[in-house]
């Protein structure tokens, strides 16, 4: 992990979304199969067709160590893009995390690998493996465009992309916004005339 997706690590998605106006989150039923995953580094992305995962095994193979697989499939719930088998492969490699607008499979042999997956679920069927299918090409992933070696953070509340172009300008953003709140929570929850004082400030629009 570099120095900069180690600061995005140490931030909220929420925070990072507000710095970005919420223009970059993926579909809120991509969610991390436990609430304490955490991730944060560079988009190795996936185009897969429904059905077939072996650009999913190409990218496994391609990939390097704290990378994050982003899996563009469709959003297809009914056959998934990997089991426990792939995934751990996935994990000796060094790959960070994966994000999946698909399902997975064998979900209790993966929560026992402590390997952050955010899929929209599970499915028992398996994908086919005809060879068709891209690997760090452009895609669209849970409603977000992602270029390859965008930057990736996901956490308990879902997954946001910060494009390379603004990269550094989002996290001076979402450090500056993460700052903000905490003094703002320091000051207005000292005692209830500051909360009941804020909550009037806040629905009088000021």
Do not use: W
């Not at 990072?16 to 989150?25: C, E, K, T, V």
């Not at 999946?100 to 997956?117: E, H, S």
């Not at 070696?149 to 956490?155: A, R, S």
Request: glycine share 8%; proline share 4%.
């Amino acid at each position: 992990m570099n120095d900069i997706t180690q600061q995005f690590h140490e931030i909220p998605t929420t925070c990072i979304s507000d710095a970005m106006q919420g223009l970059n989150n993926l579909h809120s039923s991509i969610k991390p199969l436990k609430a304490e995953y955490k991730i944060a580094g560079r988009a190795l992305t996936v185009k897969m067709p429904v059905g077939d995962n072996l650009s999913v095994l190409n990218a496994i193979r391609e990939a390097r160590p704290g990378d994050i697989l982003v899996i563009d499939a469709k959003g297809d719930t009914y056959r998934a893009i990997a089991g426990d088998f792939v995934v751990e492969m996935a994990q000796a490699l060094g790959i960070q995390g994966m994000v999946v607008d698909g399902v997975i499979r064998d979900i209790m042999g993966i929560k026992q690998l402590n390997f952050p997956v955010f899929c929209k679920g599970t499915t028992v069927a398996a994908s086919n493996k005809a060879g068709v299918g891209e690997i760090n090409v452009p895609i669209s992933c849970g409603g977000a465009s992602i270029q390859p070696h965008d930057i990736i953070v996901g956490d308990a509340d879902g997954v946001v992309v910060i494009p390379q172009t603004v990269e550094q300008d989002i996290l001076n953003k979402s450090l500056k916004k993460m700052e903000n709140d905490q003094k703002r929570a320091d000051s207005v929850l000292q005692n209830k005339e500051r909360i009941m004082q804020y909550l009037d400030n806040m629905l009088q629009g000021s």
